[in-house]
């Protein structure tokens, strides 16, 4: 096994040019478990945890472009405000010394269908940055995953930064675990209201090969909601809607069963979880559309 | 390859380090400090929870690599670092609250728990934090021994320590 140190971005890309077998890693919390354990040993480990450029974050414009070595637990402390929704998955991954060395880019590389990160950034519609010699490529969320545990990424790209549209409506994430921490999803759901546009965002985690979107339930959500606000401050949201979504919310993921649960539980607890973000949701949407008035 | 890392505040290399080795296996098997333990190798159990640049961390999950440059408290920094200013032994504060809480049974997850608590307990800076505080801050360090209560106890009595200074100085 070889160790690549890259102290620029530059550098990294070329590193990764000319050794695409080798696996990037940042805070280790998956790679070195793998390691660990004998389940695969890489041909090289690229260190990214030198790369300055990575190490922040910034606004640009409406979108907050989060940079493949933000760690959770700087997602928390800083961005709670802006990215509500991923900053609640990121309270609920591992523990804090975990939260301290992961990357939400590293959950991205590692594509788990159960990683914490990928249903806010489904709901919020969040696009990839991903980047080699041959330039710079942005891949919408909904397309990065491809498989179990793969990835859009080509063997050349490395992920720069993750970009995600800052909340212009309320946003809830939901995990189902046997603790309060130190847990890997049995399954999870986030939800984005996304009141300029009228839209709705889902997020579906660890219930199919990969994280997705329940496309339907969010086409029939924002159609049903009653988005004005008007003097009456808005009006309460229709339980048989709610029913309704939850339920499309269910049907959207393909679940099996496995150590952690089985799937006629999982579609139970999506449905759960589907129908009661969305009331905390739209609690807070008629809130907020009060306090403006 | 070789790892040139500050420990403890000393700056020292360990050679023919394999490239896929974790922080925590040098820490134990090269450089002779045996106080962060091994036991689940996937940052479940947080035994080997050691400070990397100020920051608590598994050391397991550290590629022996990443820590080129870097400094490394483990729980013997903890102690010898107060020698002077501590009492028996030179045991931090933090150690003496486990020990006097009885805190410490089979003794494994102790020192993970011991960086840890240290952790939280100069974030809180004087400030005794709430069961719920604790809980989440420790929430990464398994205990199989002790049911945790008398851990919860030892975190509350070393806050309640710090916050109250040690022999005031008298009036003239």
Sequence with gaps: MDFLRARTWAEALELKAERPEATPIQGGTDVMVEINLDRGRPAALLDLNTVGELAGWSREGEWIRVGAGVTYARLIDELGEVLPGLAQASRTVGSPQIRNRGTLAGNLGA???????????????AVVEAESVRGVRLIPIARFYTGVKRNALAPDELIRAVRVPTAAGPQYFSKVGTRNAMVIAVCSFAIALHPENRRVGTGIGSAAPTPLRAVAAEAFLAGELDWTLGRAGGSALDPEVAARFAELVAGAAAPIDDVRGRAAYRSHALAVMARRTLGWAWHDYLRAGRGAR | MRVNVTVNGRKTAADDVWEGESLLYVLRERLGLPGAKNACEQGECGS????????????????????????????????????QAAGEGGLHDVQRAFLAAGAVQCGFCTPGLIVQAHALVERAA?????????????AGNLCRCTGYEKILDAVRLAAAQRATPTAPTPSP
Excluded: F, K, M, N
Aim: glycine content about 14%; overall charge negative; some cysteine.
């Design chain 1, 111 to 125: 594509a788990s269908p159960a990683g914490d990160g990928h249903p806010p950034l489904l709901a919020s519609g």
């Design chain 2, 48 to 83: 080997c929870t050691v400070y990397l640049d100020g920051t608590p961390v598994c050391a397991c999950l550290v590629a022996a690599g990443q820590a080129e440059g870097r400094e490394v408290v483990t729980v013997e920094g903890l102690a010898s670092g107060d020698a």
């Design chain 2, 126 to 138: 004087g400030r005794v934090p709430d069961d719920a505080e604790i809980r989440e801050a420790l």
